[in-house]
C-alpha cells in the first residue's frame, strides 16, 4: 500500500538553528514527491518537486533531497517567516498523489 | 495572473442545508481537484476532473457532487449539508495529470451546525 509518513509531526528551533524535516515514503514506482508549505488559514504553497533519487533542490534557505526511501527538507538558518506547516506527497504509478500529515515548524526569534 | 480562486472564503450552513463551492483557474490547467483538510486527517481528494467534460471520484466522494463547468471552472456540491462535511475545501488544478505540480486555492472554511 502506498504510504507517506513526516517526522518530527512538530518541531521548534531557535532563529539561525539549522535543522531537517523528513518524508519516508512507499509507492509502486516513484513518479514524482511534491513538497509544499501551508500558512494557517491559507492554501497549500507548492515549493519543489522532486522526481528521482539523487536529485536535489534548493530555493532561498531551503533545500530537499531524494533518496529511494525518503526525502529531506533542509531548513538552513531559518527565521521566523519560515514557520509553518510543511507537506509531503507522492505519486507513484498508479497516478494517485498520496498525502503526508505535515510538520508544524516553529521558528522563535 | 490570479491562480486557483475559490469562493466564499467562509460559509456556515444548517444540517441539510445546500450550497455550492465555486472555483476557477487561470492558468489553462486541465486537471482540477476538490480536496478536503481536517485536523490529524491531511488533505482527502473529494472529486477530481482530468480534463472538461469528465469529473472521477477520489478518496470521499460520498456526500458531494461537482460539475467542471468549463476548462476554468470546477464547482462542489453539498445537497444536503451534515456536520461530518464542517472542514476545509481546497480546490486545486495542475496541467495536465495529478503526476503533475499542483496548485491550490485559498480554501474555503465551512461550518455545519
Known amino acids: 500500500e502506498d504510504q507517506v509518513t513526516q517526522s518530527p509531526e512538530a518541531l521548534r528551533l531557535q532563529e539561525g538553528e539549522s535543522s531537517s524535516l523528513n518524508c519516508s515514503y512507499t509507492v509502486s514506482g516513484l513518479r514524482g514527491l511534491f513538497w509544499y508549505r501551508q500558512d494557517p488559514g491559507k492554501g497549500p504553497e507548492f515549493l519543489f518537486t522532486?522526481?528521482?533519487?539523487?536529485e536535489e533542490k534548493e530555493k532561498e534557505r531551503l533545500k530537499a533531497t531524494l533518496t529511494k526511501k525518503e526525502s529531506f527538507l533542509h531548513i538552513t538558518a531559518p527565521k521566523p517567516e519560515d514557520s509553518a506547516t510543511y507537506l509531503c506527497a507522492v505519486a507513484g504509478n498508479n497516478r494517485k498523489l498520496i498525502w503526508g500529515l505535515g510538520t508544524s515548524l516553529a521558528v522563535n526569534p | 495572473n490570479a491562480g486557483v480562486t475559490q469562493t466564499p472564503k467562509f460559509q456556515v450552513l444548517k444540517t441539510g442545508q445546500s450550497m455550492t463551492l465555486q472555483c476557477a483557474q487561470d492558468m489553462n490547467h486541465n486537471s482540477m481537484y476538490w480536496y478536503r483538510q481536517d485536523p490529524g486527517m491531511g488533505l482527502r481528494l473529494i472529486y477530481y476532473?482530468?480534463?472538461?467534460?469528465?469529473?472521477d471520484k477520489g478518496e470521499v466522494p460520498n456526500g458531494y457532487n461537482v460539475s467542471r463547468l468549463n476548462k476554468r471552472e470546477f464547482s462542489l456540491r453539498l445537497e444536503s449539508a451534515a456536520p461530518s462535511q464542517t472542514s476545509v475545501y481546497f480546490c486545486?488544478?495542475?496541467?495536465?495529470?495529478?503526476?503533475?505540480?499542483?496548485?491550490f486555492g485559498p480554501g474555503t472554511r465551512l461550518t455545519v451546525l
Open positions: 486545486a488544478s495542475s496541467d495536465r495529470t495529478s503526476t503533475d505540480t499542483q496548485y
Open positions: 476532473s482530468a480534463s472538461e467534460g469528465t469529473t
Open positions: 522532486l522526481y528521482s533519487a539523487g
